[in-house]
Structures are given as structure tokens and as C-alpha cells.
């Protein structure tokens, strides 16, 4: 398995700001995902990012909102820009180790905007 | 795509019974199923999976059945305990080294 933190855990912010979520891997991984979980609803994912190219994002999520970074195989970053109350969701990173099957979970940064 | 549905569907069990938890998955060419298990705060945590190529597989306490022919996936729980209480989510992934697509979950609650 892997060990996965999250930065920050919480965070309140106000509208029109933007907040960056920050993912660290105890090994190297080639692919992380970003997941959102809106309150009391299941996961969907954001995109896939892979070190060394840019991220695929899935239906109904854009670069502009959401920019991701893979500066190495051991650590990303989300960027929730312009934010709204509509974006108050848990933020959820995942890794595939190599060789794995099963994608393994971080704790998660739970998001409020006012 | 966007999950759909507002509210997830609880199952309410007494401490040691065995608690089912059924699950449709979407696609026919999904070849590996995950459960994982979301307590309150936390990040979702495997606790089973399952490829296609199977109809059967038993952890401790737990064992997933799948039916491919109506694409059907089950989490069985033996004496379910307190610590079971979670919200639990099955997934499904096509081929190998893709992303993983999360079912509405269940939430389960354990009644001492």
C-alpha cells in the first residue's frame, strides 16, 4: 500500500479567492488522482495526473478551474480557483502504485467557501 | 461525469448479524471491482476486491460476490460489529492501470 497526507486537512475561504491542496506520496507512484466528494454524495474524479505530462481532466471539469502540477512521482497539487459555495466538497488525492491494482486514498481536505 | 442522487441509501443492521450490501456497476467491460469503506473524516479504505474472471472472494469477515450476467456486485459482512459503521462504496475499472469509477455508496449502520 502507500502512505498519502494531504495539506490542508480543512479550510474556510471566501468567494472569488483560489486555494491550492497539496498531495505527498511515501514512494514513487505514476499516477495520481484527484477526486471530488460533494456532502453526501459519492466520489467523482477530477482528472488524472501523471509526472511528466499534463493532466487529463474528465467530463465537466476544466485546466482553468482546477490547474493540477506533478513536479515529481511523489507529489501534486490541486488548485481550486475563483472558488464559489458551490465548490465546498471534499477533496480527495489517489495514487495506483506500480505494479498495483488497487488505487489507495488520502485523507481528504474538506472545503467550505462562504 | 457527475454522480447522481443526493441522499445515500442506509442499511440498518444489529451487532452480529451479517449485513449485504448490493451494488450495480454500469459497464460490461469493467474488469476489476473494488469495496472500500469511508468512515466519517477519513479517505475511502480498500477493503476487498474482485476481478472478472471470478465469481467469488473471502476476506476476513468479509466476502464479494459478483454477477456479471446482470452486473451485479455484493458485500457480505459476517457478525458485523460497531467499527462497521461507515459508508461503504463499490468500483468498478476497465483494463489495467485506469481510473477507478465509484457507485453511489451505501451507508450502514450498526445497531449495538
Known amino acids: 500500500s502507500a502512505v498519502i497526507s494531504q495539506k490542508p486537512s480543512r479550510d474556510i475561504c471566501q468567494r472569488g479567492t483560489s486555494l491550492t491542496i497539496q498531495c505527498q506520496v511515501d514512494?514513487?507512484?505514476?499516477?495520481m488522482f484527484w477526486y471530488r466528494q460533494q456532502p453526501g454524495q459519492s466520489l467523482t474524479l477530477i482528472a488524472t495526473?501523471?509526472?511528466?505530462?499534463?493532466?487529463?481532466?474528465e467530463s465537466g471539469f476544466v485546466i482553468d478551474k482546477f490547474p493540477i502540477s506533478r513536479p515529481n512521482l511523489t507529489f501534486s497539487t490541486l488548485t481550486v480557483s475563483n472558488m464559489s459555495p458551490e465548490d465546498s466538497s471534499i477533496y480527495l488525492c489517489?495514487?495506483?502504485?506500480?505494479?498495483?491494482?488497487?488505487?489507495?486514498f488520502g485523507p481528504g481536505t474538506r472545503l467550505t467557501v462562504l | 461525469g457527475e454522480s447522481v442522487g443526493l441522499h445515500l441509501p442506509t442499511l440498518s443492521v444489529q451487532e452480529g448479524d451479517n449485513s449485504i450490501i448490493n451494488c450495480a456497476y454500469s459497464?460490461?467491460?469493467?474488469?476489476?471491482f473494488i469495496w472500500y469503506k469511508q468512515e466519517s473524516g477519513k479517505g475511502p479504505q480498500f477493503i476487498i476486491d474482485?476481478?472478472?474472471?471470478?465469481d467469488k472472494r473471502q476476506g476476513q469477515r468479509v466476502t464479494v460476490l459478483l454477477n456479471k450476467t446482470v452486473k451485479h456486485l455484493s458485500l457480505q459482512i459476517a457478525a458485523t460489529q460497531p467499527g462497521d459503521s461507515a459508508v461503504y462504496f463499490c468500483?468498478?475499472?476497465?483494463?489495467?492501470?485506469?481510473?477507478?469509477?465509484f457507485g453511489p455508496g451505501t451507508s450502514l449502520s450498526v445497531i449495538p
Open positions: 514512494s514513487q507512484v505514476t499516477m
Open positions: 489517489s495514487v495506483l502504485p506500480t505494479g498495483w491494482d488497487t488505487q489507495y
Open positions: 474482485i476481478r472478472s474472471n471470478m
Open positions: 495526473a501523471n509526472q511528466g505530462s499534463e493532466a487529463t481532466y
Open positions: 468500483a468498478e475499472r476497465m483494463t489495467s492501470y485506469d481510473k477507478v469509477i
Open positions: 459497464n460490461s467491460a469493467s474488469d476489476y
